[in-house]
DNA sequence: CCTATCTCGGAACGGTCATTCCAAGATAGG
DNA sequence: CCTATCTTGGAATGACCGTTCCGAGATAGG
């Protein structure tokens, strides 16, 4: 009987992820979103509630499209130092170049708001900041499995870590860091992991 | 002749600071900061310009009166790698116990919101960043000195990587991580720094 | 075709935003 | 004391905020 919804919510998704995470959250009015999307203000609220439930659905949709492939494939690498290297690689690139240069991380960006004092967003971060964490663990156990790693390098807190230095990655991104500089800095954080001379895979090396 | 000025600038500045740094740039609004500080709007339109010029003028305030003594303290520290790890203790603690808990700190906040397009408020981003760099770099250059580092650390990105791990450490607090995961993950950090066993240095110390 | 039920566009609402303006108060040289 | 000059508190302004409401349009079962 009823009538349908005539616009596809995912889709509309990214179009609002596009511009809460250009201009943040609490510097996005709901008009700038209509405009954005084509869809009104009325077919917003009524599939989205409130302005915090958009920002909470185009953060979810942020981490479901960017952050989980990138940290699905960076989990599945069988590289090991050099996946984490491309991940990072990958990772400075877009932040530093194109058209999304300079936008940072919607999930680091969510973090400095006072979004992040709402439970549901903070869900949100914590589940990424994990997620994130045990991509890396995965990455590094790979690497000490190819024998790329030195023996005292703990897993778990090396993956720490990295994640955090992600962060700090995606912040200076924001105010003009350079990608060299970026590329140089993540460079040197892995350089102390990695075992002195090359490694007979499986069997670790001397010392 | 004139009327003079009824109330001290840099007093009500710390005011503005906190609040500024508590809820955000976007989130304040001007009738906040006059219920904070006491100040009519009048007074801090003709002392500041508008709210643009009050933040820059609070966040250069912020680095005076909060991050410049530490970052000078740091560099100034005798014991290298004890002093960096007491720089990081302090920070986290500051960040996750207290009256200020959860506030993370202005400057790296300031790095995920709009006002970091600024030029103003860029430049005061980019100093900030250098003096944390030079100050740490200082610290491992005292740390080098006194036979705490392995010889294959080199100072100028070990003093990015600390510093943008700060940052990280500063965005992971405001989303409530724990201080015993941040001291971890900083701890990890700075241990592949250190030399393997004590070293001679060459002017010895005790421990 | 008819009608119940949902969606949609856009107007309307009260509140708050940053900013300006003005009259009253304070100051200090004459 | 007087007055020129600045500061101050508070009202006024126009724009925009998030949210609600309503009439019109679309849909699909009967």
Redesign the pocket.
Known sequence: ???????NPDVVLDDVVRVFWRQGMPT?????LVTAT??????L???FG???GLYAAALSRYIEQHSTPAFAQLSAAPSGLTSIEEFFAGLIHIRCHGEIAGWGCMVTNAHAGPECSDPTIRTLLDEHHRTLESALRAALATASHLGQLRPSVDLDTAAAVLATLAYGVNLRSRAGAEAETLTATVSAALAPLRARHRATPQEESPT
Do not use: L
């Not at 009987?1 to 616009?7: C, L, Q, S, Y």
């Not at 996005?28 to 700038?32: F, K, L, S, Y």
């Not at 084509?38 to 077919?43: A, D, L, M, N, P």
């Open positions: 009987m009823p009538d349908i919804k005539h616009f996005t009015g709901i008009q700038a084509g869809v009104s203000r009325s077919s609220y009524a599939t409130n302005k915090d």
